[in-house]
Nanobody, 126 residues
Framework: QVQLVESGGGLVQAGGSLRLSCAAS????????MGWFRQAPGKAREFVPR????????YYADSMKGRFTISRDNDKNAVYLQMNSLKPEDTAVYYC???????????????????WGQGTQVTVSS
């Protein structure tokens, strides 16, 4: 059974930082590309960044470039999202997702991801 478990969310002031983690089990993690999505109240789930199976390539939504960094550790079956210079509009539930097409770089559609975590809440206060 595949499980993706996010952690690291919380309440932070604007301008602060958070590092989210996603621990994966039940799949050959090193062959999957991993992505992060977020969903704010009343809004659709939106793509944040993605990293290929090896960690060699990443792809970011334009609004997150320069502030967010995705990384992974295949030895630990984990993917991370470092978020800096947080803004109130970054408030959302953040989800990690796995895509078996591990080598493809730019996949932003949530429909193309095979597995999802339960999400972790990030709240940025002004």
């Amino acid at each position: 059974q595949v499980q993706l478990v996010e952690s690291g969310g919380g309440l932070v002031q604007a301008g602060g930082s958070l590092r989210l983690s996603c621990a994966a089990s039940g799949l050959t993690f090193s062959s999957y590309a991993m992505g992060w999505f977020r969903q704010a109240p009343g809004k659709a789930r939106e793509f944040v960044p993605r990293i290929t199976w090896s960690g060699g390539s990443t792809y970011y939504a334009d609004s997150m470039k320069g502030r967010f960094t995705i990384s992974r550790d295949n030895d630990k079956n984990a993917v991370y999202l470092q978020m800096n210079s947080l803004k109130p509009e970054d408030t959302a539930v953040y989800y990690c997702a796995a895509d078996r097409h591990g080598a493809i770089v730019a996949v932003t559609s949530r429909a193309l991801y095979n597995y999802w975590g339960q999400g972790t809440q990030v709240t940025v206060s002004s």
